[in-house]
Structures are given as structure tokens and as C-alpha cells.
């Protein structure tokens, strides 16, 4: 019963070029919706996030979209860069619900190449 | 000075022990959680605290107990080690109410044996 789901668990995209990593959710009440970045034995971090009320949300090279009729939300990197090379990790929650709980998905590993 | 750090970074152990997994925040938030990693890369919820309070128990066994002595420490306990049980172990603190942004420490992977 996966609520948040990537079902691409890796993408390997040239240098200088778009990445685009997806995930899917099936409980509508999600109202946030967040994107993390991790590296090899470090914790999660936090990249950018987008509500409910939003279709959109950019920050420098990488930009969240939302599709809520179709459940549906996308992380766009433009230009991606090696370091970019990474697992990320879709989650939401519930804001009303003030349990801080995020529902993650089971990753992407994106690797860049040069 | 690591926002959020757990120890230790790697555990191996035979079935049947206890072991424990500290964590500790340095950010001032008032919730900390654990959340698992298991083998199929999903990042699970397992607990969480709110000012020494448990919040959230999402039906993990209870040869688990976490234990929060303040806000900026909540430990993990796990008694009778069992194989399943290894997995990542990631502690992270937020301030709910302000945004939901976690920050996560750098896991500890633990190896049952």
C-alpha cells in the first residue's frame, strides 16, 4: 500500500541536458509535497518543495510541477551537472494532520554523465 | 557542529542482542523522528516524539522502543535483534507548525547476523 510511488529507479541523462524524475501519489488528501536529494552514506536533504495550491515552484536549475487531477507531480533539473548525480526521493504529507509525517517514495538514482 | 547526528555510522550485531542508536538535534526543533530504509529503498516512518511525546507509531514491533529524554535526543532501542531488521536506520527533526521540511542524519546501517 504505497501511497507515493517513483517508478523509475534510475535515469541516466548527458550533461547540459534536462532531467526529469516523476512520482506518482494516490491519496488526495496530500496538500505538500517535497523532493529530497541524497548521496552515498549521507542522510536525505531537502530540495524543494511545492503546495497544493501551486502548479508550479522553481528554484535556480530545478523546478517541481504538480498535476494534481492526475496525481501526479515532477522534478525538472535544467542544465543537469555531474554533481547532480544522486538517489531523489518524492514524499508528501498532510499538513492539516500537524504530525510532520512524510510518505516517501522508494527513489530515483539519477546519474549524470559528463 | 552536524544539525542532526546519530551514532553510530555502522552496527553489526549477532540475532538476539540489543542494541541502541542515539540521535541528537542541534536546530531547536520540537519534533524528532526514525524512519527505516529497508531493502527496497522505501523510507519508512517508524516514530516520532513532540516535546518528549510520542506522536506517531506506525505498527513497528515492540522490540522497538524509542526513548526521547528532551526534545533534542530521541533514541532508539531495539531488544532481540532479529535478520529483518537489518536495514538504514535515519533519525531527522522538524518544527512542525512552521514548514515540514525534515532534516535527516546520515543513518546508521544496521547488520543483523
Known amino acids: 500500500d504505497q501511497q507515493v510511488k517513483q517508478n523509475s529507479p534510475s535515469l541516466s541523462v548527458q550533461e547540459g541536458r534536462i532531467s526529469i524524475l516523476n512520482c506518482d501519489y494516490t491519496?488526495?488528501?496530500?496538500?505538500?509535497f517535497l523532493w529530497y536529494k541524497k548521496y552515498p552514506a549521507e542522510g536525505p536533504t531537502f530540495l524543494i518543495s511545492?503546495?497544493?495550491?501551486?502548479d508550479k515552484n522553481e528554484d535556480g536549475r530545478f523546478t517541481v510541477f504538480l498535476n494534481k487531477s492526475a496525481k501526479h507531480l515532477s522534478l525538472h533539473i535544467v542544465p543537469s551537472q555531474p554533481g547532480d548525480s544522486a538517489v531523489y526521493f518524492c514524499?508528501?504529507?498532510?499538513?492539516?494532520?500537524?504530525?510532520?509525517?512524510?510518505?516517501f517514495g522508494q527513489g530515483t538514482t539519477l546519474q549524470v554523465k559528463p | 557542529d552536524t544539525a542532526v547526528s546519530q551514532t553510530p555510522k555502522y552496527l553489526v550485531t549477532q540475532m538476539g542482542n540489543d542494541k541502541s542508536i542515539k540521535c541528537e538535534q542541534n536546530?531547536?526543533?520540537?519534533?524528532m523522528y526514525w524512519y527505516k530504509q529497508d531493502s527496497k529503498k522505501f523510507l519508512k516512518i517508524m516514530f516520532s516524539?513532540?516535546?518528549?511525546?510520542?506522536?506517531i507509531n506506525e505498527t513497528v514491533p515492540n522490540r522497538f522502543s524509542p526513548k526521547s529524554p528532551d526534545k533534542a535526543h530521541l533514541n532508539l532501542h531495539i531488544n532481540s535483534l532479529e535478520l529483518g531488521d537489518s536495514a538504514v536506520y535515519f533519525c531527522?527533526?522538524?518544527?512542525?507548525?512552521?514548514?515540514?521540511?525534515?532534516?535527516f542524519g546520515s543513518g546508521t546501517q544496521l547488520s543483523v547476523l
Open positions: 531527522a527533526s522538524s518544527q512542525v507548525g512552521r514548514d515540514e521540511k525534515l532534516f
Open positions: 491519496n488526495s488528501m496530500f496538500d505538500y
Open positions: 511545492i503546495s497544493s495550491i501551486k
Open positions: 514524499a508528501a504529507t498532510v499538513r492539516s494532520g500537524n504530525t510532520g509525517k512524510l510518505i
Open positions: 536546530l531547536g526543533h520540537d519534533t
Open positions: 516524539y513532540n516535546n518528549k511525546e510520542l506522536i
